[in-house]
């Protein structure tokens, strides 16, 4: 059993940025891929990036690559989502998840999840 903890949510004009933190308590952190995910209102919840267990691969949605930021501490059991250069259309719940032990880019193969923290981004 894994609990997540997201936090860092928050309100920002267009070209800002947020650094959002997924915690983790219970089984080893570093035996799981973390993924970020994102849901706005009416729509499917959808693949931002993800991580592997020792933080050395990486993935991004092509909507954000370049522009946000993925990384972990498994120290600190912890897995930060920097985002820089914010638009609208980032606007979202932003929910991490986590899979052991690779990471899927499907919401579907997550089992654990934070409770989510909300980013609006305005014009």
């Known amino acids: 059993q894994v609990q997540l903890v997201d936090t860092g949510g928050g309100l920002v004009q267009a070209g800002g940025s947020l650094r959002l933190s997924c915690a983790a308590s219970g089984r080893t952190f570093s035996n799981y891929a973390v993924g970020w995910f994102r849901q706005a209102p009416g729509k499917d919840r959808e693949f931002v990036a993800a991580?592997?267990?020792?933080?050395?691969?990486?993935l991004y949605a092509d909507s954000v690559k370049g522009r946000f930021t993925i990384s972990r501490d498994n120290a600190k059991n912890t897995v930060y989502l920097q985002m820089n250069s914010l638009k609208p259309d980032d606007t979202a719940v932003y929910y991490c998840?986590?899979?052991?032990?690779?990471?899927?880019?499907?919401?579907?193969?997550?089992?654990?999840w934070g409770q989510g923290t909300q980013v609006t981004v305005s014009s």
């Open positions: 998840a986590a899979r052991d032990p690779i990471w899927s880019t499907s919401a579907q193969a997550y089992r654990y």
């Open positions: 991580i592997s267990r020792t933080g050395g691969r990486t």
